[in-house]
Nanobody, 122 residues
Framework: QLQLAESGGGLVQPGGSLRLSCAAS????????MGWYRQAPGKQRELVAV???????NYVDSVKGRFTISRDDAKNTVYLQMNSLKPEDTAVYYC????????????????WGQGTLVTVSS
């Protein structure tokens, strides 16, 4: 069974930093894009950052220059380094991955993590 396990959320003061991690497990042949979404109370879930299998990255404008997404393919893990955090970054952060898995054939499956809460407050 494919799973994504997130860690690293918590409470941080404005201007502080946090690093989120997300490790994929299960029957994995390869992982295409990996990304981080977030959902603040009363708002829709939004894509924060994505990293493609070739290493290209994309960010939502509000986090450019402050957040950095990276991946370690040997560990099937994606990271989100968040610096200069602002109160408006407060949200539940979800990991997402497009995973190629093998059963009777090969399949491309979208997998979500359970979410980790990031709270930016003084």
């Amino acid at each position: 069974q494919l799973q994504l396990a997130e860690s690293g959320g918590g409470l941080v003061q404005p201007g502080g930093s946090l690093r989120l991690s997300c490790a994929a497990s299960g029957s994995i042949v390869a992982i295409n894009a990996m990304g981080w979404y977030r959902q603040a109370p009363g708002k829709q879930r939004e894509l924060v950052a994505v990293i493609h299998s070739g290493g290209n990255t994309n960010y939502v404008d509000s986090v450019k220059g402050r957040f950095t997404i990276s991946r370690d393919d040997a560990k099937n893990t994606v990271y989100l380094q968040m610096n200069s955090l602002k109160p408006e970054d407060t949200a539940v952060y979800y990991c997402n991955a497009a995973v190629i898995t093998r059963a009777t054939s090969i399949y491309l499956v979208e997998v979500w993590g359970q979410g980790t809460l990031v709270t930016v407050s003084s």
